[in-house]
């Protein structure tokens, strides 16, 4: 079942990424229809046909035809945003100095006030549990 649901998001990811929507697949029957239309009228084959549409030719052919705005994968959206991240990879070096150890000298020199080796019995642990 897992293998399954990745296999189902990998292709819904690769869809996603071609931008292959409904809209392109319902209007399928447009291209094939437009591609018979110049296979008819002009003579091209369907790769010439490809090249007109979405290829190098793009801009030699003229775009008079009504089934142009029709075609599927040629949709432009105006509100997409594609912004580009440039990746750069700089060296750094770290020169990490061994300093040597510089002995502080013990100045802290704290007594009690008071020395009683026995200590109150509110400070002793408990004598029975």
Do not use: R, W
């Amino acid at each position: 079942m897992q293998k399954a649901f990745a296999i189902a998001f990998s292709l819904l990811v690769l869809v996603q990424s071609l931008k292959i929507g409904v809209e392109d697949i319902s209007n399928l029957n447009v291209l094939l229809n437009h591609a018979e239309f110049h296979q008819n009228m002009y003579g091209d084959s369907f790769f010439q046909f490809l090249a007109e549409h979405y290829g190098d030719a793009v801009d030699n052919h003229p775009s008079d035809h009504k089934d142009h705005e029709n075609l599927p994968f040629k949709h432009h959206h105006q509100t997409c945003v594609h912004s580009s991240i440039a990746f750069t990879f700089e060296t750094s070096s770290f020169d990490l100095d061994q300093q040597l150890f510089i002995d502080i000298p013990f100045n802290f020199f704290y007594e009690e006030s008071s020395s009683l080796f026995e200590k109150l019995s509110v400070f002793q642990p408990p004598k029975m549990a």
